[in-house]
Every structure is written in structure tokens, then in C-alpha cells.
């Protein structure tokens, strides 16, 4: 009788995935759950205040924090932060109840831009879309509402629990603050249990000592191994559900072991799971560092940037990307960001370098609100200098040539002269620029206008 052949290794794994299935899952879950973690560890800071504190962010939830003036120039609650708005920024938690937003008539550039804790843009209150001049009062709505609540006000359903209103008000400089601050008082949140009460008094915020203060949120979740990642993914995902069109990568998820609406251990699944979940997660956070670098012009030649960011739907991948490289993008119908990091002939941008950028009087950044260019260190950050000077754009006092052309130049010195008025400083170091288009036209929207190159100047 034949002697039956007994493997010497049984794979514990279920019939109906392999190991390398496993690992490419898990690979593209980290980058499909990478913007909601990183955006739950960013509000997690910025809400761990008892008050407002006046820097962009920082507050209890449900409650506007109000920048009174821009960031300054250390400045690192969030990548890429902007000196053309003043920001009034919320976060909500809409477990217990709905909340009120209410806006007021503002005659100027704003858009309040929500944002679910995917980071998807899911209503843009703004000039753009509910107008100039006009007050407006909106009910925003949680998943977990079980009944819509009776109200006569506008409705916005929110897709997540948390959500991040980030507003940006146009703010013509410092000897425009007080013009926005008037605005800025109008942007007010209370639940809907005390919508009509004239007294209420929102209460203060809950600060949790464990909370890690110091880290930025990016470093946080590059610390996280998998175990922790997908732990922490697992507890969002209750009250955070994936969209109406992830159901692709949710039925994914369930061949690894993750089910929505369930804890995840990864010490549970099947030891080669496990190994391909962790092999997955550092394999992910380079890809997502790639990702984002991309989307940021570094490595690349020329500008780059998109112009369909914000709203996301099953693109996954330059939704990771931009939430690494630039956390709370509009979308383009409000603001597009052209960023590079190279000059004309792909080399790195260094401030040891000098370099200019040239518009021709024709192609000058076609925009109905304004535009400016702001230069950053590698890591996204605000380059501190002399002259306290982050950003250009057309609310300056800008030198134009006598065709009517326009330079601008970027370099660690003054250029001296006439020209100092359309001097961008940086370091001594590798930066990276970021243009603002509020407002673009259909010529930005459609790729017909594209912004000139960087050129290096001796």
C-alpha cells in the first residue's frame, strides 16, 4: 500500500488567499486607510485644548478657532499652511447631535471647506458656491443619526462622525485683519439642541495629557507599526464608514481579517497574514512618501499639480498622496496648487542657487480671486527670514518690467534695488515652491494656462 505524502509545513492561511495576496492587500489598504489615520491624529492635537488658542486649528471641538493674524513662521501644525487667508478652523464630532453652522454675509474670497475624516471635500460653503454678500445657515448631519431631524435649515449630511472645516477668508494683508475679523465673528457653530438660544456658551474642552503634543501628526503615523496602524484603522472605521464606492476594497479587507465595524488584532490572523501585514506597512509608508513626493514636484521637472484634488472618489493613491504633501486641498474649482521642487533643467531647487520666475504680461495667473507663490522647506514647512516675508502674489506691491511682464526672484539674498520688492527668500537649503490660483479660470481648469518654469540665474 503507497505510504501517503505528509507535507512538512501546513500554511495555515485560507484556501482562497495566497501570502503575496495577502501582502498586495494589505500594501493598498495602507494607503487607502493612510489619510484617515493621519487626519485622526491631526485633529486628536488640534482639539486638545480647553479654548481656542488663536493659532489656525487649535480648540475644542465644535468650536471655530480663529486666526487672529498669520501663522508664524515656525509654524508646523499642518504641511504647507498659506499667508493669504486667515484661517477659521473647526472640528467637529457629530456623535452626539447635529451641529449649526452659520455664515454670514462676507464680501470677499472665503469658502469653508469641509472635509470628512477621509479627507475628501464633501461641501465647500464659499463665494463660489452660496455667494457674495449672503447669510446662510446649515445643519451638518452625522452617519450616525438614525432619523433626519426635523428643521427647516439647509442640510448637509457629513459621511464621517469627525470633520474638518477649514476656513480661509481672503485677507489683503496685515493692515487687513480687522476688516476679517469682523467676518470672522460672523462663522459660528452650536449644537442643534441650543440653535435659537441666545445664551448659550459652548463648554470647554477635555485635554488629555496622553496625547502626544510634540510630534507632528506625519511623524506619529510613520511610527506606527502594523499592529498599531490597522488597530487604530479598525476603532475609526465604526464611526468613519468607508464611501458608497470602496465596497471593492472593503470585500479585500475581509480576506485579510478586517471587518468594518470590528476590532482588529493583528496577533490573530494567521502568522503568514501577519507577516505580510507588517512587510505591507513598511512597504506602504515608502509608497506613500513616493506618492506624495510626486504630488508635491519633488524629483519631478516643472510644476505639478491637479486639477481634480479634493474630492477623490476610488483614487485612493492621490488621495494618500495629498494628504501627505499637502493635508486639506480644496477643491480645484476653489484653489489650485502648482508645486515644484526642480528648475528648468530637473535640478533640485537650492537655496545656495538663485532663480527667477517670469510671467509674460499674457500669462499672468488667470484668477477671479487672486494668486500667490509661497516657498517652503522639504518638509512643507514656512522658511523663516529677515524680512518676514513667506509668499508673493498680485496683493503686493510688485515691480512689473515696461512690457508688463513680471519677475519674481528666489534666492537667499536680497537681489537689492527695485527688485527687493519681488524678492521670494529662502535658505541656504533645498526648498520647494507652492502657487495659490483662487478662483482659477476655466484656462487653469482646462490646462490651457500652465505657470512658467523656475530658471536658475547666475
Same mark, same amino acid.
Request: net charge neutral; proline share 9%.
Given at each position: ?24 492587500? @494589505? ?7 493612510? #489619510? ?23 480648540? /475644542? ?23 493669504? $487667508? ?40 464659499? &463665494?463660489?458656491? &452660496? ?11 452625522? /452617519? ?24 480661509? &477668508? ?23 439642541? @441650543? ?6 456658551? /459652548? ?37 468613519? #464608514? ?38 505591507? $506597512? ?8 513616493? =506618492? ?51 528648475? &528648468? ?28 507663490? $509661497? ?57 520647494? =515652491? ?13 490646462? $490651457?494656462?500652465?505657470? /512658467? ?6
Amino acid at each position: 500500500m503507497a505510504t501517503q505524502r505528509v507535507p512538512l509545513f501546513e500554511s495555515k492561511l485560507p484556501k482562497e488567499i495566497t501570502a503575496q495576496e495577502a501582502y498586495e492587500i @494589505a500594501k493598498d489598504a495602507y494607503v487607502y486607510a493612510y #489619510p484617515l489615520i493621519l487626519q485622526a491624529i491631526t485633529l486628536r492635537q488640534m482639539t486638545n485644548f480647553a479654548e481656542p488658542t488663536g493659532i489656525p486649528g487649535q480648540g /475644542p471641538f465644535n468650536r471655530f478657532s480663529h486666526s487672529p493674524a498669520f501663522p508664524p513662521s515656525d509654524f508646523k501644525m499642518v504641511v504647507c499652511a498659506n499667508v493669504d $487667508t486667515l484661517y477659521s478652523v473647526a472640528s467637529l464630532d457629530l456623535f452626539a447631535e447635529p451641529v449649526v453652522l452659520s455664515v454670514p454675509p462676507v464680501d470677499r474670497f472665503f469658502v469653508l471647506q469641509m472635509l470628512s475624516l477621509w479627507t475628501d471635500v464633501f461641501a465647500a460653503p464659499g &463665494t463660489r458656491t &452660496t455667494g457674495r454678500n449672503k447669510a446662510r445657515d446649515f445643519l451638518i448631519v452625522g /452617519p450616525g443619526s438614525s432619523k433626519q431631524p426635523q428643521s427647516a435649515l439647509a442640510t448637509i449630511k457629513s459621511p464621517t462622525r469627525y470633520v474638518l472645516i477649514a476656513g480661509r &477668508t481672503q485677507t489683503n494683508g496685515v493692515a487687513d485683519y480687522e476688516n476679517v475679523h469682523k467676518i470672522q465673528e460672523g462663522y459660528k457653530i452650536m449644537p442643534l439642541s @441650543a440653535w435659537g438660544n441666545g445664551d448659550y456658551k /459652548p463648554p470647554q474642552g477635555v485635554v488629555d495629557p496622553n496625547v502626544d503634543m510634540k510630534t507632528p501628526p506625519p511623524a506619529q503615523v510613520d511610527r506606527m507599526d502594523a499592529s498599531k496602524f490597522f488597530a487604530l484603522f479598525a476603532e475609526l472605521l465604526k464611526d468613519n #464608514p468607508p464611501g458608497p464606492l470602496d465596497y471593492p476594497m472593503i470585500h479585500r479587507l475581509e480576506r485579510v481579517g478586517l471587518k468594518v465595524g470590528q476590532g482588529f488584532d493583528v496577533n490573530s490572523v494567521p502568522a503568514e497574514i501577519k507577516q505580510a501585514l507588517e512587510r505591507a $506597512t513598511a512597504d506602504g509608508k515608502s509608497l506613500v512618501v513616493e =506618492l506624495g513626493n510626486k504630488a508635491s514636484g519633488k524629483g519631478g521637472k516643472g510644476w505639478v499639480y491637479s486639477r481634480t484634488g479634493g474630492a477623490f472618489g476610488v483614487n485612493y493613491r492621490q488621495r494618500a498622496a495629498t494628504a501627505y504633501s499637502a493635508l486639506g486641498e480644496n477643491l480645484p474649482e476653489d484653489a489650485v496648487y502648482p508645486a515644484t521642487s526642480a528648475d &528648468t533643467e530637473g535640478h533640485p531647487l537650492d537655496g545656495n542657487k538663485s532663480y527667477i520666475l517670469h510671467f509674460e504680461k499674457s500669462r499672468i495667473p488667470p484668477v477671479d480671486a487672486f494668486w500667490s507663490v $509661497t516657498a517652503y522647506d522639504t518638509d512643507g514647512y514656512f522658511i523663516p527670514n529677515r524680512v518676514r516675508r513667506q509668499a508673493l502674489g498680485d496683493r503686493d506691491t510688485l515691480h512689473f518690467n515696461g512690457d508688463g511682464s513680471l519677475d519674481i526672484y528666489i534666492q537667499a539674498d536680497s537681489p537689492g534695488g527695485d527688485k527687493e520688492s519681488n524678492w521670494l527668500p529662502v535658505a541656504t537649503a533645498p526648498f520647494r =515652491l507652492l502657487m495659490r490660483l483662487y478662483s482659477p479660470r476655466d484656462e487653469v481648469l482646462d490646462g $490651457t494656462w500652465t505657470p /512658467p518654469p523656475v530658471r536658475r540665474i547666475s
